[in-house]
């Protein structure tokens, strides 16, 4: 089924990072972690579906995406990075990408942390965020997504890497085999990984080697 939904705020999260909150259909529900194939309802753009994941949790009165807009590629979310309260969206039926199975470390690069805020939310909220780990990869120190809200969530530990700056407080560099080991001690507990297809590879194998077993998610970016 396709909805029609009503953007209801435009909001800034990074210099390229914005946060749609939408309509939310009645007796819409969806998993933290789901996505769903978003389209402009607007001529031209109808057909152009791609994966967008909620970033809100269920019990929110709107939808939210938190999108990356790649303003030099003429494509879809250059055009929602034009979009303005009231335009519309056009969204379909939830669908699963990576599901919490239980305390671990979350690796995510860039605009591949999107999955893991509707689950670290929930998980706050819950009051079971205790025990798990987010290893985020950004550029620079101005890339990172909701830095502020990770680091106040009670119970998570926060280790961030910026390969394109070298600055006090963070790692520095790609999530290697050195960056896993430093950081993490037991390689039984869940491992969630999301980000760009060759991130993805690298880490999947590294993780493999050291017997780990791995929820992933490849973000074509
Ligand atoms: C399951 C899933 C969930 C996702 N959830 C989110 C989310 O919540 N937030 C988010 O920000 N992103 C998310 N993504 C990624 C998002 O779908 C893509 O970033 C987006 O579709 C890319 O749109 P675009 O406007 O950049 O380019 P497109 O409209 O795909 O392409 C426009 C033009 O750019 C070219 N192009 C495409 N990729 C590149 C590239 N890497 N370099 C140069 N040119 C390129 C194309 O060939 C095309 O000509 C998700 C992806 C998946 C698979």
């Known amino acids: 089924m396709t909805y029609k939904i009503t953007i209801n705020s435009v909001e800034p999260v990074t210099h390229n990072v914005r ?16 996505a769903t194939d978003v ?10 579906k791609h994966p ?9 009165s709107e939808l939210e995406f938190t999108t990356k807009i790649y303003p030099e590629r003429n494509g879809v979310t250059d ?11 056009l969204i379909e039926e ?15 690069g860039g605009a591949g942390v999107t999955p893991f805020i509707a689950i670290l939310r929930q998980l706050e909220k819950d009051g079971t965020l205790e025990g798990n780990t987010l290893l985020f990869s950004n550029r620079t120190e101005d890339d990172i997504i909701l830095k502020n809200e990770f680091e106040l969530m009670g119970g998570l530990r926060t280790i961030h890497t910026l390969t394109d700056e070298d600055k006090p407080g963070y790692e520095h560099g790609r999530i290697d085999r050195a960056m896993i080991e430093k950081h993490v001690r037991d390689f039984s507990q869940h491992f969630y990984v999301c ?11 590294i993780l493999a080697d050291l017997g780990a077993k791995t929820e992933s998610v490849v973000f074509e970016a």
């Open 19 to 34: 946060r749609f909150r939408l309509e939310k259909p009645e007796g819409f529900h969806f998993e933290p972690g789901q």
């Open 39 to 48: 389209a402009i309802d607007k001529d031209g753009w109808r057909e152009n």
């Open 52 to 60: 967008f994941t909620f970033t809100s949790l269920n019990d929110w």
């Open 79 to 89: 055009q929602l990075g034009k979009l303005q309260p009231g335009d519309h969206l």
């Open 94 to 108: 939830p669908w699963g990408t990576i599901q919490y199975k239980g305390a671990g470390t979350f690796i995510a």
């Open 195 to 205: 980000g760009p297809d060759a991130m993805v590879d690298d880490i999947k194998a």
